[in-house]
């Protein structure tokens, strides 16, 4: 069974939308021609010599350059002593970073990760197949890129190996629901670092990734301290 058959009988079985999502495809813009994606519309290819260049975006996403990053607290400010109790924990936090200078979690390890388009989404099968993520939230806006990632991804190996943290979303307007959904069911886990790719620009995209951020920020309001009931009496 080709790996396309294998991720169509998936979904018809298990997110039948997505299925009808790639049946429905009346016309093709973007092919697989010389193991590269051609665009008909330009006529060119997307990749410089292979849709293998894609994996450039899998490379160490942790300091890779392509890949943003986002933390709970940009600079890292000792806290007063006047909290005393935050600030203990929160300081020796800082002073290991500053000595270290490096992120303390396993190699293999990603944190709440997004990832804006998927091309031919050879980054995406081999990130799955060499790190753990704690949640993970891909968004393509074109079914053609889904439909085509579909010769290259497994999905039913990412559903089976990340249960509950992958979410996936295809086609049109991202919605805030979806982001909200994404963010509270991991308050905290996902208030710290945050990774995210964009593969391509589009509007879609952009509109997403303004959505992604603004809930972002919303979800970081109200952090309180140890201390907050002692300094409001």
Do not use: C
Not at 73 to 102: A, P, S, Y
Not at 212 to 223: D, M, P, Q, T, V
Request: charged fraction near 25%; avoid cysteine.
């Amino acid at each position: 069974m080709t790996l396309f058959k294998k991720n169509l009988e998936f979904f018809y079985h298990n997110l039948p939308s997505y299925y009808h999502l790639i049946r429905n495809i009346k016309t093709r813009r973007f092919l697989i021609k010389n193991n590269n994606i051609f665009d008909t519309l330009t006529n060119s290819y997307i990749f410089p010599n292979s849709i293998d260049d894609g994996s450039h975006f899998a490379k160490t996403p942790t300091h890779n350059p392509l890949w943003e990053k986002e933390f709970f607290q940009t600079k890292l400010q000792e806290w007063e002593e006047k909290f005393f109790l935050t600030g203990k924990t929160i300081n020796n936090i800082i002073k290991k970073v500053k000595e270290k200078k490096e992120f303390f979690f396993d190699k293999d390890f990603l944190p709440t990760t997004v990832i804006f388009g998927l091309l031919g989404g050879k980054h995406l099968d081999l990130l799955v197949k060499k790190y753990e993520f704690q949640s993970l939230f891909v968004y393509e806006p074109n079914p053609e890129f889904f439909a085509l990632s579909m010769y290259f991804v497994d999905y039913p190996y990412i559903y089976d190996k990340l249960d509950g943290r992958f979410f996936l979303w295809v086609n049109g307007v991202l919605d805030y629901f979806a982001i909200e959904k994404f963010y509270f069911e991991r308050r905290t886990t996902s208030s710290f670092l945050n990774l995210s790719l964009t593969t391509y620009n589009h509007p879609l995209i952009e509109d997403a990734k303004n959505k992604f951020n603004e809930i972002y920020s919303a979800k970081l309001r109200g952090w309180g301290t140890y201390e907050d009931e002692i300094k409001g009496i």
